[in-house]
């Protein structure tokens, strides 16, 4: 579901098996869309024309589904069903597709709002529709999903940025980087100094304060939801720690949760 939840499944599988089984193939579902969309953007050897052409392909499926139209495509017919069932919002899978053609064509952003603004697209509708699933999308509970989507995603990046140049992009925010001296060079050749440390300092602090703004979400909501939100959450908050731990190198370390992890992530989510 976006960059967000297809590159995060890796930190959190125990969330999966926390899903109730009744929910489970709705969200297969929805996961298809957004992996398939997703591939769209960022695989293959396709041109940036070929794939937003696809991606608008995608956007006219989900036309024929709010006009109640049918589709050839299985994905689509299968999709059309869950969000029928759920009463699921459209907006929100339209809000990735704008996120994957952005991925297309955007590879730099200006400052922390433009990557907000993007995580809003291509991380918080993944957090929407698991509350429209289990029927506990209210006004405060979408406000800290939102948080909490939007944190996942900025670790996410904090812990890809030697991947993500790989693929010539840099979603670190460029006045971030003027303001701690760093430039595009720092980041090719993966050099460590003390104004990269206090730069990723500083980014680290944003994205666990940001995390921290919505966890009571995961305490407020009952059951299964409420207990995998808590391992979504402590997930994200150790790999900050992991981060620090390798004195912010993660062109050397890509911090990544482990086994001996889950047990710490299980005994902090029991304790929230």
Not at 46 to 75: F, G, M, V
Not at 99 to 104: E, L, P, R, S, W
Not at 236 to 259: C, M, S, T, Y
Request: net charge negative; aromatic share 10%.
């Amino acid at each position: 579901m976006s960059q967000m939840s297809v590159n995060h499944y890796e930190n959190f599988p125990v969330a999966s098996l926390l899903l109730p089984a009744r929910l489970r193939p709705a969200v297969k579902i929805i996961y298809a869309f957004a992996r398939s969309a997703d591939d769209i953007a960022d695989e293959g050897d396709a041109n940036p024309e070929q794939r937003l052409r696809q991606l608008a392909e995608y956007e006219q499926e989900l036309d024929c589904i709010e006009k109640n139209t049918s589709s050839e495509s299985q994905l689509f017919k299968a999709l059309a069903g869950v969000i029928r069932e759920y009463a699921l919002p459209l907006q929100p899978f339209r809000d990735l597709l704008s996120a994957f053609k952005q991925d297309v064509v955007t590879t730099r952003y200006a400052d922390f709002t433009c990557l907000l603004d993007y995580c809003a697209r291509s991380a918080n509708p993944v957090g929407t529709l698991m509350l429209h699933l289990y029927g506990e999308a209210s006004q405060e509970n979408l406000r800290d999903s939102d948080a909490i989507c939007s944190a996942l995603q900025l670790i996410n990046f904090w812990q890809d940025v030697a991947i993500d140049w790989q693929k010539q992009r840099i979603y670190l925010p460029l006045d971030d980087l003027s303001r701690f001296g760093i430039t595009e060079q720092h980041i090719a050749s993966g050099m460590q100094n003390e104004d990269w440390r206090n730069m990723m300092r500083f980014e680290v602090a944003r994205a666990r304060n940001l995390m921290l703004s919505g966890s009571a979400l995961a305490t407020r909501l009952p059951g299964r939801l409420g207990w995998e939100l808590r391992l979504v959450v402590q997930g994200g908050l150790r790999i900050l720690e992991k981060i620090e731990a390798v004195d912010f190198n993660v062109f050397q370390h890509r911090p990544k949760l482990g086994k001996t992890d889950w047990l710490k992530l299980a005994w902090r989510a029991k304790n929230m």
